[in-house]
Every structure is written in C-alpha cells, then in structure tokens.
C-alpha cells in the first residue's frame, strides 16, 4: 500500500496497482477500506517507523553521540564527529528495511549500553593509570637490580628473577611442549623429598619443566633445587641462569645440605651419560652412576620420588657426537642434530615434541638408619628399585603418547 | 587518623577471618581456583597466603615459603582502604603504593574476588 493522499481522495494503492478510487475518511487520507492500524497511521508515512523505533532510534543517537563523543577520534578526524557519525547513522538506518529496522536499533542500542563501561573516560584513565603504574614497577625494579639491589638466598637464588623468568617457563610448559604432568600428589608438599628422574635432551629442559609442573600443578607449590653437572657451568648463561633459579651444582654435601634444610631437591642420576645420549638410545636408562642419590636419601631419610620424563629425549635428537670436537674444546658433549651444527645458535631452539612427566609413588627411606648409606647393598637395592620404578613408567608413558608431536 | 590494626594479631583476625569466610563460600572460591595469592603486608608486618589450589581453599596467617602466583606488597592501611571502598586497586598500583610480583593480569582478573571481599569487609565493619 502507497500512500498517495489527494484532494480527498484515498491515496492508496489497489492490489492491481491502480489508484483507489474511495473517498478519504476524516483527514487520514485513505478510504475505510485501506485505513491503516491504528498506531502506524499516526507516524508519518514517509518514514515507516513506528513511535517506538522512532524513541529507541533518538535513544541510539544518544548513546552513539556520547560514545562519540568520549572518543578523541572526533578531535583528529572531523569525518568522525559526534555530529557527522549520527548523520551517518541516520542516513544509513533508512536504508534497512522497516521490519529489520527495529531489530537492528535494539541490538545497537544494547550494544552501545554494554560498551559505556569501556567507552567511559574512567575506563581509559583507569586502564592509563594502571599500565603506567606497570611500567613504573618494571622500571624501578630493573633500575634497583641494575644496582645490585636484591637478594639472594644462601645458594644464590635469587626470587624475584625467578618469578619474573616463571612466565617464559610457563609458555613453554602450556603451549611449546604442552607437558602432561600426572601423580604430582606424590611430591610431599612439606618437608624434605628428592625427586629422581631421567636425564635427556642436551640442555636440562627436563629439570625446568620438573620444576614448572611443581609451581603450576601442586596444591602446594613449591620451589624445586635441582643439582646440576658441572658442565653447565661451562655453558655461557646457563650456569648463571641455573643459580639464579635456585639450582646447585651436583655434590653430594650439597644435596644433604639441601634435604637437611628440608628443601625438595631434584637429581639427574644419568649426568652426562643421559644429556649425552643417542637417538638410538633414547628412553633407554643409563647407569645411574654409584647410587650417590640413594646414599643422600638414606642419610637424610628423605623419601625418594621416582620421576619418568618423556618427550624430552626428542627436542635435540643427536645423530652423532663429535669426539674429534670434545676433544679439540674440552667440551664433554658436542652434538650433531637436525639442527646443530648447521643453523648455528638457532640449533639451540628445542623441538617442540610432547611431554609428559609422572612422579611415580615415593619410596621411603627412613626405615634404614643413617649407617646404612654406607652399606654397598643397601644403596644398590634403593638405587636398582627407582631406576626400575622410572624405566616401567617411561614405557608406560611412551605407550600412550600417541606421536612425538602430539 | 587511627590505625586499623593496633597489631599483627588484629590483622589476621580481621583479614585471616574474613578471606576464611569468603573463601568458604564455593562460588568465590571458585574466582580464585587454581591460584596462591600471597598479602605481604606492612606496619603491622603481617603476611596472608591464600592457597586456592586446595580444595577447600586454605588461608595461612603468618610467614610462608614457595612460590605464589601473585604477590601483593603493601601497607595494611591501604588494604584496609580498598576494602573499605576508600581507594581503589588499580589506583594503589597505579601510585606505586602496591608492589605487585606476578602477572598483573591476574590481578585484574582478581578484581571480582576483592569487591566480593570489600563487601563483606563493609558488612562486618557495620
């Protein structure tokens, strides 16, 4: 129906598409025939809306003028003033249909409601305040460590850059090797206790991401010390890294020391035979030296936590070693992967195949007395009980894992 | 103007008792889940950590070791003030006065559990 008045004559339409040819009912300009409803035929005609779209229409151009207008967009682009952005608005909005025109309004209108909140200036000075107030913090804090304003534990750890590093750590536990940390109930949330686990990987990924899934998994977390092989202090910034971090090079004082204090300590029993390893040799345990670890637990009464890593044997998988280049360096380890040599320190970018870590049941000590740890049997049966514990598991785990990447 | 806390004590009556009762609460503890939240707190020096990784969720008053997933260093007054609706959060860290160790992203999403608190904190100043 168009609505077409004239000198008294009805203005609409027939379903032929001729002119009605009824007399007009009292000014509405339509015969009785084609009177409209009652609420349309008081808007006007021309736009189709109805008194609620017009007020739900006013009340968008409100919201939109204001959230306009808290933007200082405005101010730079005169295209996008509160004004000429309303303009817009209505210019656009006639050109949708009339029944979708309702439709469209509300959901701005709600729209533009749930957005004051960050439309608000309180919002963005807030948010201003709060990430200045972000960076005041990390300029302070690396303006006092640049003076050496910090502390250090007894060991050299040093919390606070432990804390600044955890984030790194924990990309790399989430998202690079998305490690799957089970039995993490069996790590004593107090007291002493000394984790045992296999050792791979070239570089000791496997003791950080011991380390993580204590901080991001255990109902108690709790820092891990780890006792690391003396060649890693040869390597530049690790050896730094790993004190900062609150690991100690591997001794066996060390490690008593540490279980005495009743702190939870980590040992890589494999050392360089484990780092060391080839391909071909992966997930198979090496010697787990003289039972040192056992001694320290039986001395200390610590339980022992066997740990099984898998995924880790894959993220620097040696070929080959080259002997020739030990030698000519002094170095114990000089790896030939799929990446080093050939891509130089980018060779050092682990590959990033899938990981999981289990603590396996604890095995107590304290029924031996300290004398025992002196005993050659003693330390050879508790040693012999967790290499098997960490081996059944680490065929366990290998058997579910569905690929090296995934 | 007066002190809060006249002590140690009082702050973890006061505070100790009032994230125990909240944290009680399943729905706010849920807010939390999964994160250890340690108040260091100074003048009285006090330290709170609430470990929200056990279930129920545990509040320990006094001196405690490990790592946790935010730290918040500040003066007991302060923390008073927040929860009074006196001041604000952000506005404590954006001055410097709250030293946060942690993502501060968690402490944003942080932000629920503390009004929660705020309120009850007002609820039982009344």
């Known amino acids: 129906m168009v609505a077409m008045s ?27 025939r084609h009177q409209p409803p009652a609420e349309e035929a008081a808007e006007p005609r021309s736009t189709g809306s109805t008194r609620g779209e ?59 409601i749930r957005q004051a909140t960050w439309l608000a200036t309180d919002t963005w000075k807030g948010a201003w305040t709060f990430l200045s107030g972000v960076a005041d913090q990390y300029r302070g804090m690396l303006q006092r460590r640049a003076r050496g304003d910090y502390e250090v534990d007894a060991y050299g750890m040093d919390e606070e850059f432990t804390d600044w590093i955890r984030p790194a750590f924990r990309f790399l536990y989430r998202f690079y090797w998305r490690v799957d940390t089970t039995g993490v109930q069996n790590v004593p949330g107090q007291g002493r206790g000394l984790i045992v686990a296999n050792h791979s990987g070239v570089l000791p990924w496997d003791g950080a991401m011991i380390m993580t899934g204590i901080w991001e998994e255990h109902a108690e977390p709790r820092y891990v010390r780890t006792l690391y092989l003396d060649w890693f202090t040869q390597i530049p910034w690790v050896s730094q890294m790993l004190t900062r971090t609150g690991q100690i090079l591997a001794h066996p004082e060390n490690g008593e020391r540490l279980l005495n204090e009743d702190r939870l300590v980590a040992v890589f029993p494999e050392g360089l035979k484990g780092v ?12 787990f030296g003289r039972g040192g670890f056992a001694r320290m637990a039986i001395r200390t009464g610590a339980p022992i936590i066997p740990t099984a890593v898998v995924g880790a044997e894959e993220i620097h998988p040696t070929f080959r070693r080259l002997h020739l280049v030990e030698k000519a360096f002094n170095m114990p380890i000089v790896p030939l992967t799929p990446t080093f040599p050939w891509l130089g320190v980018f060779g050092f970018i682990p590959l990033p195949s899938k ?37 059944k598991k680490i065929h366990e785990l290998l058997k579910e894992r569905k690929g090296v990447f995934w | ?49 609430l470990n929200c990784r056990k279930d129920p969720a545990e ?8 790592p946790a997933d935010l730290e918040l260093a500040l003066p007991a007054t302060l923390l008073h003030e927040v929860l009074s609706g006196k001041a604000g959060l952000a506005d404590g860290y954006g001055d410097g006065r709250i030293q946060v160790r942690g993502s501060v992203f968690r402490l944003i999403a942080m932000k629920p559990l503390f009004d929660a608190a705020a309120r009850l904190y007002q609820r039982k100043g009344k």
């Open chain 1, 6 to 32: 004239t000198n008294g004559q009805c203005g609409a339409t027939t379903a032929k598409g001729s002119p009605c040819r009824g007399r007009s009912v009292a000014d509405t300009g339509y015969c009785r």
């Open chain 1, 54 to 112: 017009r007020s739900l229409r006013e009340e968008v151009e409100d919201l939109l003028k204001r959230a306009v207008d808290r933007l200082p967009i405005g101010r730079l682009f005169p295209a996008l003033s509160p004004g000429r952005v309303v303009e817009t608005f209505r210019a656009g909005i006639e050109k949708v249909a009339p029944k979708a025109r309702e439709e469209l309004l509300r959901s701005a209108r709600n729209f533009l």
């Open chain 1, 276 to 287: 060391g390893k080839l391909f071909r040799d992966r997930y198979k345990l090496a010697r």
């Open chain 1, 355 to 391: 990981w999981k870590i289990h603590f396996c049941d604890p095995v107590p000590t304290n029924r031996y007395r300290p004398e025992d740890a002196d005993n050659f049997l003693v330390v050879s049966k508790v040693a012999n009980q967790v290499r098997d514990s960490i081996q």
């Open chain 2, 1 to 49: 103007m007066a002190k809060p806390f006249r002590d140690t004590k009082a702050v973890y009556d006061r505070l100790g008792g009032l994230f125990k009762a909240l944290l009680a609460d399943p729905d706010y503890g849920r807010m939390a889940r999964g994160s250890v939240i340690r108040f260091r707190l100074s003048e009285p020096a006090a330290e709170l950590r």
């Open chain 2, 59 to 66: 509040v320990h008053c006094g001196a405690s070791e490990g």
